[in-house]
């Protein structure tokens, strides 16, 4: 599908990298799946989903925000005078028509699933017949297919690459190429020495289990797959990941974890309580009192780390959550 837009048009090719090449309109950007074409710069936005707001505050474009949703933790502390200028739309899922009623010059979604082909707030076709054009957040479809159910299945390993487009790209469409590349120049530096710093530490055959939440305490978990945002981290840090399926976070049974024993384990900590488990706190208290799982190495000896639940996902919070991982096994490193 094309969309052309008066107001908006986004198209970011890897071939033309208009971004790059300057505040260039009309600008077409190729997204998850879609061509969007900006006439000129895009003067406001609604977002659906954390990871697309805070990425628009950190590039400076809070001001231009009409409203947000699907919020899993608090804003982040630097953006919380700025967040509660802007209507909260939602906490979840937002209704198609709360979106629409802003008259937004964009939506901004970090989820496809949420505007995509079976969008739970709307397919991008039912904004593009208003001239509202969207704008998915690249790391939810690049090498991923969101066609398999549940959170989809990665084809290929996550890479922060499609995180930095994500912010190039929003940038792009504001007008605001530079302020793209200068945020995206810092979180690539430490990205590297985060990076570097887990690569002093010689933790030997060293396993890890990164645990989201749970629909009840009792019931498996949902944990990082193979190729998402966590087995990236995994892979980057030394790590070798206990679960082998691609899906991005699948339901698997404590005695299949119990039995992998990962070396450290890392549990999410949100705001959000969809569910008994999204609080960390009777996350520990499951680990620690849980027949099967207080038997594990990592609940034994306390190799638990607690982690922004964002920064578990493909998010600008990934790069901190990588930092934080790094000086943490710098910790047990120094301990064995």
Same mark, same amino acid.
């Given at each position: ?24 309109? @009309?600008? =077409?950007?190729? /997204?998850?799946g879609?061509? $969007? ?14 990871a697309? =707001? ?14 947000t949703?699907? #919020? ?9 005078d700025? /967040?509660?200028?802007?209507? &909260?739309?939602?906490?979840? +899922? ?22 995509g ?39 290929r390993?996550? =890479?922060?690459?499609s ?16 302020k ?30 990164? #645990?989201?939440?749970? @629909? ?23 790590? &070798? /990941? ?11 049974g #404590?005695?299949t ?5 990962? =070396? ?8 959000r ?17 849980? @027949?099967?799982?207080?038997?594990? +190495?990592? $609940?034994?000896?306390?190799?638990? $780390?607690?982690?922004?639940a %964002? ?24 301990s %064995?």
């Amino acid at each position: 599908m094309f969309l052309r837009s008066g107001l908006i048009g986004l198209s970011f090719t890897l071939a033309a990298h208009s971004a790059a090449a300057g505040d260039t309109f @009309p600008l =077409t950007i190729e /997204n998850c799946g879609q061509s $969007v074409t900006f006439e000129v710069p895009a003067v406001s936005a609604v977002t659906v989903g954390q990871a697309a =707001t805070e990425v628009l505050f950190a590039l400076g474009l809070g001001g231009k925000v009409l409203g947000t949703s699907v #919020w899993f933790n608090d804003v982040l502390p630097e953006y919380a005078d700025l /967040n509660a200028k802007v209507e &909260r739309l939602a906490d979840n +899922d937002p209704s198609f028509e709360s979106v629409v009623a802003k008259r937004p010059g964009l939506v901004a979604a970090q989820y496809e699933w949420h505007v995509g082909p079976e969008g739970v707030v709307a397919k991008r076709e039912q904004f593009h017949d208003l001239g509202i054009p969207t704008y998915v957040m690249p790391a939810d479809c690049a090498g991923k297919d969101n066609t398999t159910g549940g959170d989809g299945t990665r084809t290929r390993m996550f =890479t922060t690459g499609s995180l930095y487009r994500g912010i190039e790209e929003l940038a792009a469409i504001f007008g605001e190429a530079d302020k793209g590349a200068e945020l995206v120049a810092d979180y690539k530096a430490r990205e590297a020495a985060a990076v570097a710093k887990a690569q002093e530490v010689a933790l030997e055959d060293a396993s890890a289990l990164f #645990w989201f939440s749970s @629909p009840e305490m009792e019931s498996d978990p949902f944990v990082a797959g193979q190729k998402g945002a966590p087995g990236y981290m995994m892979q980057q840090l030394g790590l &070798r /990941n206990v679960i082998e399926t691609d899906e991005e976070w699948p339901t698997v049974g #404590w005695e299949t974890i119990a039995k992998a024993n990962p =070396t450290v384990i890392v549990i999410a900590r949100m705001d959000r309580r969809r569910f008994a488990a999204d609080d960390y706190e009777k996350k520990l208290e499951f680990l620690r009192q849980d @027949p099967v799982a207080s038997q594990m +190495d990592a $609940v034994r000896n306390n190799r638990i $780390v607690v982690m922004d639940a %964002q920064g578990m996902d493909a998010t600008i919070r990934a790069i901190p959550a990588l930092e934080d991982l790094a000086a943490e096994l710098s910790v047990i490193g120094s301990s %064995q």
